[in-house]
C-alpha cells in the first residue's frame, strides 16, 4: 500500500503553504505574498498571513497556484510513446494505437496507467479527465487511487469499425455493463475519483452504442466523454456516414450538454459553435496533439468569444510525447496568433484555461480551479528557474517560460503528493523500470523495431 493510504484524511490534520507569491485564479492579474491554509481536504484560509498548520510547505520565492487541470488525456497509451511518429490520425490509429491497445495485457495496463499518472503528478497536473482502453479499466482507477491524483476515468467503447482490431470490438451490451460495474466500484472512491462514459468517437461506434452511452451517465450522472472532429478526414466521413457535422450529429444523439467533454473540435461548421455554447458542451482543446498528427488547430479565441466551455489537454503519449499541461499552456498562447494576431489570447486566459475553467469542464464548478476558502485543496508550487528572470507577470512567467522541471510541491485533496520534486505517493523509478520491462513485451509481440 502506498504511503497516500496511511496518511490521515480527517478534517483535523492542517497544511499551512508558506510564504510564496499566491496567484488565486480569482481574476485575472491577482497576485499577492502570503500564505494558503489547508484544513482537512479544503482550502481554509488564503491571506498574507494565517495560523500554522500541523505541516508546513515552504514556498518562500516560489508560485502557488491552484493544481492544474487537464480536461482529455490518455494513460493507458504510455508504453507507446515514441512508437507512433510521422502519421495523421486516422493511420495512426489503425496502425500503431489500435493494435498497441489490443495486445495490452492486465499487468501493462497497470504499469502504463502508473507510468502516466506518475508523471502528471510531477507536471503539476491535480486532476484530468481520462480514456481508457476497452479492457482491463479497473487498473487505471487502482493506479489513480494509489498514486493520489484527482480522476475522472472511463473505458473505451467501440462496437464497429473495419480497422478495428478484433480485439477492441465489444458486444454492445457486455460493453455498457462493464462500464456500469466500473462505475459501482470506482465512482467517488476517495472522494478523488469519478467515472465517465467514453464511447471512443462516431466512426467506431454505432448510434445505438452513442444512445446507449448517453442513457447510461444520464441515468447516474456521469461524465461523458468523447473525441470530435479532430481530423479532417474524420469529420469528411462522419458527414458521409450521417449527414450531418459530427458535433451536430452528437447533439442530435444527446451527446452535448454541461455533462459531455468532447476532445478536440478543430474542424466545426459555422453552427457547431454556437451549437456548443448554447448547450454549455465541455471542449478539451488539445494543442500538441493536433499539431503532431497534422490534424489542424482548433479556432480557440472564437470559442471563448462565443461563451464556450473550455479546457486544455495533452492527449496521449503517442501524439504528444509528454503529458504536461506546460507544453499545451506554452502551445494555446501562442498558437492562435498566427491567425488572430498577436496577443489573441493572453497568458492570464491560458492560465485560466489549465485552472478554474478546465474545472468547469470537468463538473467542479466552484470548488476547483482557484485558491479560495472553501475550495477543494489542490495546488501547485512552482519553484523558478533562470528561465524566469527577472521575474514579471506570474501569468506569463508560468505560460510561456514554464516547465515540469519547476514543479516543487503538489498537494491534492489536502495531501503532498509531491515534495520537492519527489512523488510521495510510489517509487517513480520503480514505475520508471516497470514501464520500461512492460514496453519491451508490448513491443516484441507486436514486432515493432
Not at 91 to 108: F, G, H, K, M, S
Request: charged residues 20%; contains cysteine; hydrophobic residues 45%.
Amino acid at each position: 500500500m502506498s504511503p497516500f493510504h496511511n496518511r490521515p484524511v480527517s478534517g483535523e490534520s492542517s497544511l499551512l503553504v508558506r510564504g510564496g507569491t499566491v496567484v488565486p485564479m480569482t481574476e485575472p492579474g491577482a497576485f499577492f505574498t502570503g500564505d494558503v491554509l489547508i484544513r482537512g481536504t479544503r482550502i481554509a484560509a488564503v491571506a498574507p498571513e494565517t495560523p500554522p498548520g500541523d505541516r508546513t510547505l515552504d514556498a518562500r520565492g516560489c508560485l502557488v497556484l491552484p493544481g492544474f487541470v487537464q480536461t482529455h488525456v490518455h494513460v493507458v497509451q504510455t508504453l507507446a510513446r515514441h512508437r507512433a511518429e510521422g502519421l495523421p490520425l486516422l493511420a495512426w490509429l489503425a496502425t500503431r494505437v489500435w493494435p498497441y491497445e489490443a495486445a495490452l495485457t492486465e499487468e501493462e495496463v497497470a504499469a502504463a496507467a502508473r507510468l502516466g499518472v506518475a508523471e502528471l503528478l510531477l507536471s503539476g497536473t491535480t486532476a484530468a479527465l481520462d480514456m481508457g482502453t476497452v479492457h482491463h479499466h479497473h487498473q487505471v482507477f487502482a493506479a489513480a487511487a494509489e498514486l493520489g491524483i484527482r480522476f475522472v476515468s472511463g473505458k473505451c467503447h467501440m462496437d464497429r469499425g473495419e480497422q478495428v482490431p478484433p480485439g477492441l470490438l465489444e458486444d454492445r451490451e457486455e460493453s455498457l455493463a462493464d462500464a456500469e460495474h466500473l462505475a459501482a466500484r470506482w465512482h467517488g472512491y476517495a472522494s478523488r475519483l469519478r467515472y465517465a462514459v467514453a464511447p471512443r468517437f462516431v466512426l467506431s461506434c454505432s448510434p445505438e452504442l452513442l444512445i446507449a452511452c448517453v442513457e447510461l451517465a444520464r441515468g447516474r450522472g456521469l461524465v461523458l466523454h468523447t473525441h470530435a472532429s479532430e481530423n479532417r478526414e474524420e469529420t469528411q466521413l462522419v458527414r458521409s456516414l450521417t449527414g450531418k457535422g459530427n458535433v451536430a450529429y452528437l447533439a442530435d444523439l444527446g451527446f452535448s450538454g454541461p455533462d459531455a467533454v468532447l476532445a478536440h473540435c478543430v474542424h466545426l461548421e459555422d453552427g457547431e459553435y454556437d451549437l456548443l455554447a448554447r448547450t454549455r458542451t465541455g471542449i478539451a482543446h488539445c494543442p500538441g496533439a493536433n499539431l503532431k498528427l497534422a490534424s489542424g488547430i482548433a479556432d480557440l479565441p472564437r470559442l471563448l468569444a462565443v461563451g464556450a466551455r473550455v479546457g486544455l489537454g495533452a492527449d496521449g503519449p503517442p501524439c504528444n510525447n509528454r503529458l504536461s499541461i506546460f507544453h499545451e499552456m506554452a502551445l494555446a498562447g501562442t498558437l492562435h496568433n498566427l491567425r488572430h494576431g498577436a496577443g489573441s489570447i493572453s497568458p492570464w486566459q491560458v492560465l485560466e484555461l489549465a485552472t478554474w475553467r478546465g474545472a468547469e469542464v470537468l463538473g467542479w464548478r466552484g470548488e476547483l480551479g482557484r485558491l479560495e476558502p472553501g475550495y477543494l485543496a489542490d495546488l501547485v508550487v512552482l519553484e523558478p528557474s533562470l528561465s524566469w528572470e527577472p521575474w514579471g507577470d506570474p501569468a506569463s512567467m508560468v505560460v510561456f517560460s514554464g516547465g515540469a522541471a519547476n514543479v516543487r510541491h503538489v498537494v491534492v485533496h489536502g495531501q503532498i503528493v509531491v515534495e520537492d520534486g519527489q512523488l510521495l505517493t510510489a517509487d517513480a523509478a520503480a514505475i520508471g523500470e516497470d514501464a520500461r520491462k512492460a514496453a519491451g513485451a508490448v513491443a516484441k509481440r507486436l514486432r515493432w523495431t
